[in-house]
């Protein structure tokens, strides 16, 4: 069944607009596992682009015609931690800041007559753990979110903010956070980071990386 989404976006082109179909995958890549990214071969004067967006926010890497080029090709996306070599087959590795990365994929589509082409090429993409089809490594915990407290993340946002930097651990370029991150009242961060996320109301507690 043909999406809502995809036959506006149509619409849109055949009044002029420049289209691009969407698309997004994510990837945890904790204990420092690979997520592997793969495109099909796409025709030369079709646009396409895979960007990819890391826990900050920030984006850190493209895939797609103007980066990767239009060909068939598998790249790979890498945690923080992730420490190997490129295997065979994989024509590019993208290394993320943080443990949670997001793929947004962008494929144009040149009219509504053209939605079916696009169709089959978003099908064509390919998002796996580097281990597919192989005896899987040991798997990463599972996060235990905090119950968001609307009260509590306005008295106090940074018992949140202490949580979800375990997943941005101040490494590679993040290093140089070390000493505001080992020092909160030296940045003006209200309290400390052990009394802040005890305070939060968790249903299922997260224990803490080092």
């Known amino acids: 069944m043909r999406s809502r989404t995809g036959t506006r976006i149509a619409l849109a082109c055949a009044l002029g607009a420049l289209c691009a179909m969407p698309g997004a995958a994510h990837a945890k890549l904790a204990k420092g596992l690979p997520f592997v990214l793969c495109n099909p071969d796409i025709e030369k004067s079709r646009y396409f682009s895979i960007q990819l ?21 598998c790249h790979m996306v890498v945690g923080p931690r992730w420490k190997g070599k490129k295997p065979a087959g994989i024509a590019k590795v993208f290394r993320s800041e943080t443990d949670f990365s997001m793929a947004l994929i962008r494929t144009q589509l040149f009219g509504p007559a053209d939605l079916e082409n696009v169709e089959k090429i978003q099908a ?18 599972a996060v235990e979110w905090p119950k968001i407290d609307k009260q509590l993340a306005d008295s106090d946002p940074f018992a949140y903010l202490d949580f979800v930097l375990q997943f941005a651990p101040p490494i590679g370029a993040a290093k140089s956070e070390l000493p505001m991150r080992a020092s909160p009242r030296s940045a003006s961060w209200p309290g400390s980071r052990s009394r802040s996320i005890s305070s939060l109301p968790i249903r299922r507690r997260s224990s803490r990386r080092a």
């Not at 920030?58 to 090709?73: K, L, Q, V």
């Not at 064509?124 to 915990?141: H, T, V």
Request: no cysteine; hydrophobic share 30%; glycine share 12%.
């Open 53 to 73: 967006v890391d826990f900050y926010m920030f984006n850190y890497g493209y895939m797609g015609s103007r980066t990767t080029g239009n060909g068939a090709a």
């Open 124 to 141: 064509g993409y390919r998002a796996q753990p580097l281990s597919q089809n192989k005896p899987a490594p040991p798997a990463a915990p």
